[in-house]
Structure formats: C-alpha cells, structure tokens
C-alpha cells in the first residue's frame, strides 16, 4: 500500500468522489451511447467512453500526483464489480478500467505544462483508446474494420471528453474550489 501513502485524506477523498461520479452516470449515459453504437457494431464505450474518461482525467489533473490515474482506474474496477454494473465484462472490468488510468498517469507525467486544454484532451483520448482498444481486442474480437471505426469513434469521444474535463477543470478554479 506505499502507493497510497502518496495521497493526503483530501487527495483520497477527492479521487474516491470523483470515481463514485463517474459510475453515478453510467445509467444516464451508457443506454444513450448503445442507442445509437449499436446498429453501428461497435461498443458503446468507445462512444460515450470520452464522457467516462473526463472523470479520469479530473481526477488527475486536480490531485496531480503520481499514480493518480492508477488508483481511479482501480477503484472504479472494482466499484463497478462491487455494485454489479460490470455487465457484460465482468471481471475484464479489472482491465478495462485500470489500463486507461495507468496510461492517463504515463501521459500526464510526460507532459510540461499539465493544466493546458491540449493536457486534457490528450489525456481523454489516450484513455479512452486504451479502454475501448482493449475492451475491443480483447473482450469482443472486432474484426480489423470495425477496431477502426471503433478507433475513430474513440478518439472522438477522447476528445469530447477532454474538453469537457477542462471546462470543468477552469470552472472548480474559477469558483475557487480547487488550486
């Protein structure tokens, strides 16, 4: 457990709220996302996955510290197992939704000015990639096309999701509730 002696009670609480958020709204979004990606063939993560992944990259950006991403992914893992909202994944949940917070925390380490719009959006993509690749490859063995289409869809969503994160992010900054 020396990873977690990393985080202050704060940093704990903020990370453990913010995951609980992001799990409060898969009902919400998820039947939306599978309305319309599924006549397309493709999961419905790789679509409303970028919604998912702000979450992440909140948490990560206003903790800002090492492995940050790591414990979000994990905790929400096993949230998801513990409230029976894996679904179909099951236990790949464990995979799925700690591999996009261990890259987040890779990217994030790597980049120089780290509360910039183009942070938040690479953060988003490569999150939402790595989930949707993974859970694409590995869970549902999509033929090689539509691994594209859900590639595209991915990034876009990434995408969507970064920039939602950041407006966030100015907002809580704004309104003075975090540094």
Request: avoid cysteine; hydrophobic fraction near 55%; charge should be positive.
């Amino acid at each position: 457990m020396s990873v977690l002696k990393r985080f202050s009670a704060a940093d704990l609480i903020i990370i453990a709220s913010v995951a609980a958020l992001g799990i409060a709204v898969k009902p919400i979004v998820g039947p939306i996302s599978k309305f319309i990606s599924t006549p397309l063939g493709i999961p419905g993560g790789s679509l409303a996955g970028g919604f998912y992944m702000m979450w992440l990259v909140l948490a990560v950006t206003i903790v800002n510290k090492k492995y940050t991403g790591t414990v979000f992914g994990i905790l929400q893992a096993v949230l998801v197992l513990l409230v029976g909202m894996a679904g179909k994944q099951g236990a790949f949940s464990l995979v799925s939704y700690s591999l996009p917070g261990i890259m987040a925390d890779i990217v994030f380490h790597l980049i120089k000015h780290r509360h910039k719009l183009i942070t938040h959006l690479s953060l988003g993509v490569v999150a939402n990639l790595t989930g949707s690749m993974a859970t694409a490859l590995f869970f549902f063995k999509l033929p090689a096309l539509m691994v594209g289409i859900n590639f595209a869809f991915a990034t876009a969503s990434g995408i969507m999701g970064g920039y939602l994160a950041y407006g966030t992010y100015q907002a809580l900054k704004t309104a003075r509730i975090i540094k």
